[in-house]
């Protein structure tokens, strides 16, 4: 009976598969799927999985919300298993029945789970090598332990164990002193730790003191006297470490990744290419950029001499108070354009809502032209720069070299970006951002544009090759910088000399590169990833299968995801489980 009742459900099941293979390949060919795919589901159960982890094994404020803090012993290997049992759902999943949107979702969700698999494994062992310089961690993480089920807790045996932590501490902090330097990046997870420890105290002790009497009595004192010396601990494990701006004159910090760090991020951000080959792009890319601005100088009557059409150009400046005025300008100018050429079609909303602010002094220390997104962030000075810091704000913005970047900001750049993300498969904006994706689209109009005939006077042709250098020498600063190969100072020269930035400005923007937080690729991912997408226009535009304004439109729709994949999706390929990067977007001469 009982080997007749498997047999029954063995068949079930199959037949239940095959039902759902069947539909959903009905509902696929009737375009059901157009604005999701079936693994939708599976990714965003996936980030749902992952935050309800991490509120549950990460600190709990008192009251409402939760608090970023790196995570426990306990909580990377709760997430390491959810990891797995991810990877078995995709393996039981029937691949051969998805779509070519389905197959990306698939494979990205794949790569994501591999992904942080990967990087848990190695938190996990960072954690077990530094473990002897937080020996009083345990007593905090089992404190932790009992306060999510709210155990009963003994107020004096409870202090007695923050006074033993307190005791570790103290050891731990002495045995410091024999270390005369400790790499910056054990330095910087140790302090992470440490700040996690104390918001997890902190949450254990909001939960019961006030509340439970015995705890009121004795904790408190104990509680004070630790978190103090997690705080001095801290400081001094900071004091130790390697981390030192450049002594090149730059006053910037920053470490290189090395060749096979940077190569590895190139794969796992589907680049086909080394961090070399990417090298040998931006030379290209920048050698047609100079014979552009020779032509344009010499229309001015300048020659050969370049620099002197582009000094031209930078004392363009509006004057004090007219900048606001200039960018709506900018802005209209490029939607005239984009209307007339026919190009997309911007949703009348879009074109409404985007918003307009002022840059503060202090970001403009690291953001020397303005920014954008759901607004446009205006760079220009402000009462408290000195007169030499005002003249290169405003010469650096002026209305040549602002005009190629007002739409890269707004519409149909990111505010663009910001407005249609959020309407169509937003499930992968948070799974699979990548700014080669975000820069990319935003840095193709500016290519698209420009071979269009955008900038129609040699002045707007500098204006906008300024840039197109700009990203070209993006490319090879950050990767000359990371392979050790030129300190920040040398990458502002760089700037300077053979781009034409102002020198504050190229500080800014060196700055902002390495101490700013971004990612080693962010910067590059400008032009690459405008490239890559130009290449798949040329695929399917100028070859007449799509329109400019369908291609525009099924591209921002289907939302954030890697060039290739949307290659994939744009040109329905038919791909596996485990596919790797492959594509080569880029002709070499």
Same mark, same amino acid.
């Given at each position: 009976?009982?080997?007749r009742l498997?047999?029954?459900?063995?068949?079930?099941?199959?037949?239940?598969?095959l039902?759902?293979?069947?539909h959903?390949?009905i509902?696929?060919?009737?375009?059901?799927?157009?604005?999701?795919?079936?693994?939708?589901?599976?990714?965003?159960?996936?980030?749902?999985?992952?935050?309800a982890?991490?509120?549950?094994?990460?600190?709990?404020?008192?009251?409402?919300?939760?608090q970023?803090?790196?995570?426990?012993?306990?909580?990377?290997?709760r997430?390491?298993?959810?990891?797995?049992?991810?990877l078995k759902?995709?393996?039981?999943?029937?691949?051969?029945?998805?779509?070519?949107?389905?197959?990306?979702d698939?494979?990205?969700?794949?790569?994501?789970?591999?992904?942080?698999?990967?990087?848990?494994?190695?938190?996990?062992?960072?954690?077990? @090598? +530094?473990e %002897?310089?937080?020996? #009083?961690? /345990? $007593?905090?993480?089992?404190?932790e332990? *009992?306060?999510?089920r709210?155990k009963?807790?003994?107020?004096?045996?409870?202090?007695?164990?923050?006074?033993?932590?307190?005791?570790?501490?103290?050891?731990?902090?002495?045995?410091?002193?024999?270390?005369?330097?400790?790499?910056y990046?054990?330095?910087?997870?140790?302090?992470?730790?440490?700040a996690?420890?104390?918001? @997890? +105290?902190? %949450?254990?002790?909001? #939960?019961y /003191? $006030?509340?439970?009497?015995?705890?009121? *009595?004795?904790?408190p004192?104990?509680?004070?006297?630790?978190?103090?010396?997690?705080?001095?601990?801290?400081?001094?494990?900071?004091?130790?470490?390697?981390?030192?701006?450049?002594?090149?004159?730059?006053?910037?910090?920053?470490?290189?990744?090395?060749?096979?760090?940077?190569?590895?991020?190139l794969?796992?951000?589907?680049?086909?290419?080394t961090?070399?080959?990417?090298?040998?792009?931006?030379?290209?890319?920048?050698? *047609?950029?100079?014979?552009e601005?020779?032509?344009?100088s010499?229309e001015?009557?300048?020659?050969?001499?370049?620099?002197?059409?582009q000094e031209?150009?930078?004392?363009?400046?509006?004057?004090?108070?007219?900048?606001?005025?200039?960018?709506?300008r900018?802005?209209?100018?490029?939607?005239?354009?984009?209307?007339?050429?026919?190009?997309?079609?911007?949703?009348?909303?879009?074109?409404?809502?985007?918003?307009?602010?002022?840059?503060?002094?202090?970001r403009?220390?690291?953001?020397?032209f303005f920014?954008?997104?759901?607004?446009?962030?205006i760079s220009?000075?402000?009462?408290?720069?000195?007169?030499e810091?005002?003249?290169?704000?405003?010469?650096?913005?002026?209305?040549?070299?602002?005009?190629?970047t007002?739409?890269?900001?707004?519409?149909?750049?990111?505010?663009?970006?910001?407005?249609?993300n959020?309407?169509?498969?937003?499930?992968?904006?948070?799974?699979?951002?990548?700014?080669f994706?975000t820069?990319?689209?935003?840095l193709?109009?500016?290519?698209?544009?420009?071979?269009?005939?955008?900038?129609?006077?040699?002045?707007?042709r500098?204006g906008?090759?300024?840039?197109?250098?700009?990203r070209?020498?993006?490319?090879?600063?950050?990767i000359k910088?990371?392979?050790?190969?030129?300190?920040?100072?040398?990458?502002?020269?760089?700037?300077?000399?053979?781009?034409?930035?102002?020198?504050?400005?190229?500080?800014?923007?060196?700055k902002?590169?390495?101490?700013?937080?971004?990612?080693?690729?962010?910067q590059l991912?400008?032009?690459?990833?405008?490239?890559?997408?130009?290449?798949?226009?040329h695929?399917l535009?100028?070859?007449?299968?799509?329109?400019?304004?369908a291609?525009?439109e099924?591209?921002?729709?289907?939302?954030?995801?890697?060039?290739e994949?949307?290659?994939?999706v744009?040109?329905?390929?038919q791909?596996?489980?485990?596919y790797?990067?492959?594509?080569?977007?880029?002709t070499?001469?």
């Open positions: 009976m009982m080997k498997r047999l029954l459900t063995r068949k079930t099941v199959i037949c239940f598969s039902l759902c293979s069947y959903m390949t509902a696929q060919d009737s375009g059901m799927f157009d604005h999701t795919t079936p693994i939708e589901p599976l990714i965003v159960q996936y980030g749902h999985d992952v935050q982890i991490n509120y549950f094994y990460g600190p709990m404020p008192k009251g409402w919300g939760t970023s803090a790196a995570a426990s012993p306990e909580q990377m290997q997430l390491l298993q959810l990891d797995e049992e991810y759902k995709l393996a039981d999943f029937p691949f051969k029945a998805l779509n070519t949107n389905g197959q990306v698939y494979i990205l969700l794949k790569r994501k789970v591999q992904r942080d698999i990967r990087d848990w494994k190695m938190k996990q062992e960072i954690y077990k @090598r +530094l %002897s310089n937080v020996p #009083f961690a /345990n $007593e905090i993480f089992t404190l332990q *009992w306060r999510r709210g009963n807790l003994d107020g004096q045996q409870v202090a007695r164990l923050l006074d033993e932590a307190a005791d570790k501490l103290d050891k731990a902090q002495g045995l410091l002193q024999n270390n005369k330097t400790i790499p990046q054990d330095v910087d997870f140790l302090k992470g730790l440490i996690s420890l104390k918001l @997890r +105290l902190t %949450s254990t002790y909001d #939960f /003191n $006030e509340y439970e009497p015995t705890f009121t *009595w004795w904790v004192s104990a509680y004070k006297r630790l978190m103090e010396k997690m705080d001095n601990y801290s400081a001094a494990l900071e004091s130790k470490s390697d981390w030192k701006v450049f002594e090149d004159g730059s006053q910037i910090g920053g470490t290189p990744i090395g060749r096979q760090e940077l190569d590895s991020q794969k796992d951000e589907m680049i086909a290419y961090a070399d080959d990417l090298l040998r792009l931006a030379d290209q890319e920048f050698a *047609w950029c100079e014979a601005l020779l032509k344009a010499q001015m009557g300048f020659g050969q001499d370049w620099k002197a059409a031209k150009v930078k004392n363009s400046y509006v004057p004090v108070g007219e900048q606001p005025e200039l960018i709506l900018l802005y209209n100018d490029a939607q005239d354009f984009i209307k007339q050429q026919q190009l997309m079609d911007i949703p009348a909303l879009a074109d409404e809502t985007w918003g307009m602010i002022m840059m503060t002094e202090e403009q220390l690291v953001n020397p920014t954008g997104g759901r607004e446009i962030s220009y000075p402000t009462q408290g720069m000195t007169n810091q005002k003249r290169m704000s405003m010469r650096g913005n002026n209305p040549y070299f602002s005009r190629g007002v739409q890269h900001e707004l519409n149909p750049g990111h505010h663009l970006q910001y407005f249609m959020r309407r169509h498969k937003p499930y992968r904006e948070r799974a699979f951002n990548t700014p994706w820069e990319g689209w935003t193709y109009w500016e290519l698209l544009l420009y071979s269009k005939g955008f900038a129609k006077t040699p002045e707007e500098i906008m090759l300024f840039w197109r250098m700009h070209c020498a993006r490319i090879t600063f950050s910088f990371h392979l050790g190969e030129w300190t920040p100072q040398q990458c502002i020269d760089y700037l300077v000399d053979r781009v034409g930035f102002e020198r504050a400005n190229a500080h800014g923007e060196v902002r590169s390495f101490e700013g937080g971004y990612s080693p690729l962010y991912a400008y032009l690459v990833g405008g490239l890559q997408l130009m290449r798949i226009k695929e535009v100028d070859s007449g299968k799509m329109s400019y304004p291609f525009h099924k591209v921002i729709k289907e939302n954030y995801m890697p060039m994949m949307l290659r994939a744009m040109t329905e390929q791909l596996t489980p485990d790797q990067t492959a594509w080569e977007f880029y070499f001469k």
